[in-house]
């Protein structure tokens, strides 16, 4: 069974400050995707990450994927209450024959104003 | 097209009756998924289709608990004497590729179970 360990579970930040959020596995995947879902609705796609060390940018957030393909990383600058959910991580097998994504449990984010 | 869309959103029974939730996934999505969430945790994995068929179901996905996706185009979830840990949100997701690129989800069906 492959496990996504997410960290922190919690993060409670100021206005302006940066963050990092973690997403580690000792499995091998595929794919690394992030999501941002808020209370009541699906989560919605941010960004996929494919090839070991990539780096991929969107505005403010910063996105990389291990080299191993093992773990991924958020890193948010100069955080806006806008920014405030649940971010989660979903990894994406290897191999032929399964379609499911593994979720972690997701780091939920307050920016407070 | 506005994306996936689930109905209804949300859902409150009796624990022993049964239910049907509903997915409308984007039109030029011939792969779809439903996932369950329950608070605190990420979504997890129940079925998936390609097209009308049914190519992978997980272990979560006891006999009570029933997919079609007719013709390859909406798909239906159905619950029979349902329990009180049933209670969670149902995710409906859809996609081009087989997930390797991300999905795009529904807004969820919120089952309560009394």
């Known amino acids: 069974t492959q496990l996504l360990e997410q960290s922190p579970q919690f993060l409670s930040i100021q206005e302006g400050e940066n963050l990092t959020v973690y997403c580690n596995s000792s499995?091998?995947?595929?794919?690394l995707q992030w999501y941002r879902q808020e209370p009541g609705e699906g989560p919605v796609l941010l960004v996929t990450v494919v090839t070991g060390g990539e780096v991929k940018k969107l505005k403010r957030l910063t996105f990389q994927f291990g080299d191993a393909r093992k773990d991924s990383s958020l890193h948010i600058t100069a955080a806006q209450p806008g920014d405030t959910g649940l971010y989660l991580c979903?990894?994406?097998?290897?191999?032929?024959?399964?379609?499911?994504?593994?979720f972690g449990k997701g780091t939920k984010l307050s920016v407070i104003p | 097209d506005t994306g996936v869309s689930q109905n209804p959103r949300h859902k409150i029974t009796k624990r022993g009756q049964n239910v049907t939730f509903r997915c409308d996934p984007i039109s030029e999505h011939n792969r779809l998924y439903w996932y369950r969430q329950t608070l605190g945790q990420g979504p997890e994995f129940l079925t998936y289709?390609?097209?009308?068929?049914?190519?992978?179901k997980s272990r979560l996905l006891s006999d009570r608990f029933s997919a079609e996706r007719p013709k390859g185009s909406f798909s239906t979830l159905e619950i029979q004497r349902t329990e009180q840990g049933d209670s969670a949100m149902y995710l409906c997701?859809?996609?081009?590729?087989?997930?390797?690129?991300?999905?795009?989800f529904g807004s969820g069906t919120r089952l309560t179970v009394v």
């Open positions: 289709f390609q097209n009308e068929a049914q190519l992978e």
């Open positions: 979903a990894g994406a097998p290897t191999g032929a024959g399964s379609y499911q994504l593994t």
């Open positions: 499995s091998v995947f595929s794919s």
């Open positions: 997701a859809s996609s081009i590729e087989a997930g390797v690129y991300g999905y795009t």
